[in-house]
């Protein structure tokens, strides 16, 4: 299966500042995909994103909020914008099965707190 | 709609135990169906998935479309056992939907 590179992995941050995630695959796919999973919630899907074209954003999740990159197909990134306390959750990224060929992999997760 | 239902937060078992972890699932289409673990400070990672019908550190899941369900189940429960375990349904447009967890605790 695909191995996945995500940091930071933890960090507290201020709010009304931004905060970057970075997601690297050590294989090329197609759809990458960034969740969510607040404290003691279970994991909620904020965007795919696609190589070569704009993110899909889920319902509640704007791209002025988080803004998504995909320059190509091994790397993907997630700006948390304007932080509040209520940013505070753990970021995941993952990547599309059928690329990889068996089942979804994600990252390790970006522990982030907003003070 | 799409929805996928774990109705235990915590499920607590003694070693030897058999165990079973209930999913229920509402979607239009065919289900994809996975279960996902979390140990402990580890990253979540796939456990099995139905269309495979195998079985991974004893665990099997059956997909029941009859009852829109999907158990997770293991004969002889194991303290390495104990994990947070996820439900969750991919849909036609490759999304995961992932059910609220349930934590299994296998005491000696």
């Known amino acids: 299966s695909a191995v996945i590179s995500q940091k930071p992995s933890r960090d507290i941050c201020q709010r009304g500042t931004s905060l970057t995630i970075q997601c690297q695959v050590d294989?090329?796919?197609?759809?990458m995909f960034w969740y969510r999973q607040q404290p003691g919630q279970s994991l909620t899907l904020i965007a795919t994103?696609?190589?070569?074209?704009?993110?899909?954003?889920e319902s509640g999740f704007v791209i002025d909020k988080f803004p998504i990159s995909r320059p190509n197909l091994t790397f993907s990134t997630l700006t948390v914008s304007n932080m509040s306390p209520e940013d505070s959750s753990i970021y995941l990224c993952?990547?599309?099965?059928?690329?990889?060929?068996?089942?979804?992999?994600f990252g390790s997760g970006t522990r982030l707190t907003v003070v | 709609a799409q929805r996928v239902t774990q109705p235990e937060k915590l499920l607590s078992v003694f070693k030897g135990a058999p165990v079973e972890l209930k999913c229920n699932y509402s979607?239009?289409?065919?289900?994809?169906l996975f279960w996902y673990v979390q140990y402990s400070r580890q990253r979540l990672q796939l456990l099995l998935r139905?269309?495979s019908r195998e079985s991974i550190k004893g665990f099997t899941a059956d997909l029941n479309k009859g009852e829109t369900s999907f158990h997770l189940k293991k004969p002889f429960a194991q303290e390495e056992d104990s994990a947070m375990y996820y439900c969750?349904?991919?849909?036609?447009?490759?999304?995961?939907?992932f059910g609220t967890g349930t934590r299994l605790q296998v005491f000696p």
């Open positions: 294989s090329q796919v197609t759809m």
């Open positions: 993952s990547v599309n099965p059928w690329d990889i060929g068996y089942g979804y992999t």
């Open positions: 979607y239009s289409g065919s289900p994809e």
């Open positions: 969750a349904l991919q849909t036609n447009t490759d999304k995961l939907i």
């Open positions: 139905h269309i």
């Open positions: 994103a696609n190589q070569g074209s704009e993110a899909t954003y």
